[in-house]
Nanobody, 118 residues
Framework: QVQLVESGGGLVQPGGSLRLSCAASGILFSVYDMAWHRQAPGNERELVAAITSGDKTNYTDSVKGRFTISRDNAKNTVHLQINSLTPADTAVYYC????????????WGQGTQVTVSS
């Protein structure tokens, strides 16, 4: 059974930082591309950051320079360091796993809430 479990969300003031983590089990983590998506109320889910099995990263433009995705294959974990948070970053953040060679199936975590407010 595949499980992705996110943690690290919370309430933070504008300008603050959080580190999100996603622990994966039930997959051979090292051959999966990992990603973080987010969904704000009333909006569609959007890709925020991704890291391939080969450690190539990409980010959506709105988070470049503020968010950093990384992975630890020894711990089957992917992290998202988020800095300089603004209220526009408020959303549920979801972890996603997709095999490096196959587009399906994809796996999702249950999400972790990030709220940026003063």
């Amino acid at each position: 059974q595949v499980q992705l479990v996110e943690s690290g969300g919370g309430l933070v003031q504008p300008g603050g930082s959080l580190r999100l983590s996603c622990a994966a089990s039930g997959i051979l983590f090292s051959v999966y591309d990992m990603a973080w998506h987010r969904q704000a109320p009333g909006n569609e889910r959007e890709l925020v950051a991704a890291i391939t099995s080969g450690d190539k990263t990409n980010y959506t433009d709105s988070v470049k320079g503020r968010f950093t995705i990384s992975r630890d294959n020894a711990k089957n974990t992917v992290h998202l360091q988020i800095n300089s948070l603004t209220p526009a970053d408020t959303a549920v953040y979801y972890c996603n796993a997709r095999h490096e060679r196959f587009s399906a199936p994809q796996y999702w975590g249950q999400g972790t809430q990030v709220t940026v407010s003063s």
